[in-house]
């Protein structure tokens, strides 16, 4: 009967000295409590009980399998003797323990898996170490998860730096030649537009030209790529005074389209100043460059907060798009219309959202055609952190 085994004898003697003692013990004795230790036999997570020196006590099924080893020639050993290439030895986890302190989390490997630890020191009523209780879980496919994530972590981190590399080659090696092409088509126009036919200055116009949108593509490809690494402190920003601001800097172009805007309460969030004032300038221009003949343009702003963060809502009466495309127009040079109909690199929504992202933050847009678009903007109290361990440490168990 499991009650009675012998091998479980020094626990009466441990547990004796706790306040648990006589719920313990009546596993061992009373048969009305012998379910308590069939249950803790039976348990799929593997579960030790270690004497204050790191003697074995107990070991259930699941720990004897994962460890081959019989019960009898279990106790009585040294869990030491377990884990020789523990880098942090059972005695040391045991002597951390303290009644303020008693538990200790681990983790361990042992073959292919990888395993997390929980000890739970037991104290007699004099506050001395008595007993202490192990058990462990599989973490295998967490563990496997950390490593992919890391591994994600570090592709993301070699593409931000190809980025970068880039980006210094975009500002440097691009612009140079590019500036020479500008500047000599120029001249060209000056001083030899008399001797060129109508052919040849409708070439000469179009050399000028192109070279003006390539710049303008680089400049906003180095906006693009510079989000993360040229942003600014994370600070409290109020974004009634970033809406403002943006206001007064598109005066002229609202009085001139006779726009109408509604401006709600904004919140104060934690962001990049001059990041978000490039968000709202972007949202708010693409509202007065994307509206329809005829109609005034009417722009509405507002906001909400719930538990989880704020909710900003950019809405227009413009031109609208398909709803299949709402995930296009975040790529970066994606344009739903020619660049005659509409001018610009196709780069501001790009940027909006990585602006976005940066913070924790997302960004999406609704629409139909003629009926405007709504672009939703959350932002998280707090930004999200990521954190994994090597899982590589192997305690005692």
Known sequence: MFTTSPVLAP??????????????????????????????EDLTD??????????ILYANAAWRSLRDTPLADAVGRDIAEFSATNARTALEILEGLTEENRTASVEFQVGDQHMEVVYNGYFDRDGVLVAVTGIGRDRTDHYFYEEELWAANNALAESNRDLQDFAHIASHDLQEPLRKISAFSERLGDKYADSLDERG???????????????????????YSRVNSRGGDIVEVDLDEVANSVLSDLEVA?????????????PTVRCDQTQMRQLFQNLIGNALKFRREGVVPRLSVHAETDDAGHTLTFADNGIGFEQEFADTIFAPFQRLHARTEYAGSGI???????????IGGSIYATSAPGEGATFTVTL??????????????????
């Open 201 to 223: 200055q409708d070439y000469l116009e179009r050399i000028s030209s192109a070279s003006g949108r390539m710049q303008q593509l680089i400049r906003s490809l180095l906006d």
């Open 348 to 358: 501001g929504l790009s940027v909006c959202r990585r602006i976005v992202e940066r």
């Open 254 to 266: 609202f009085e001139q389209a006779e726009a109408v805007i509604c401006l709600g309460d904004l």
């Open 11 to 40: 626990l009466r003697q441990v547990f004796g000295q706790t306040d648990l003692g006589d719920r313990i013990l009546g596993g061992l004795v009373d048969q009305h409590e012998a379910p308590f230790w069939v249950m803790i």
């Open 46 to 55: 593997p579960l030790l009980v270690l004497d204050p020196k790191g003697i």
């Open 380 to 397: 998280p109290f707090t930004k999200p952190s990521a954190g994994f361990g090597s899982g590589k440490d192997q305690p005692a168990l």
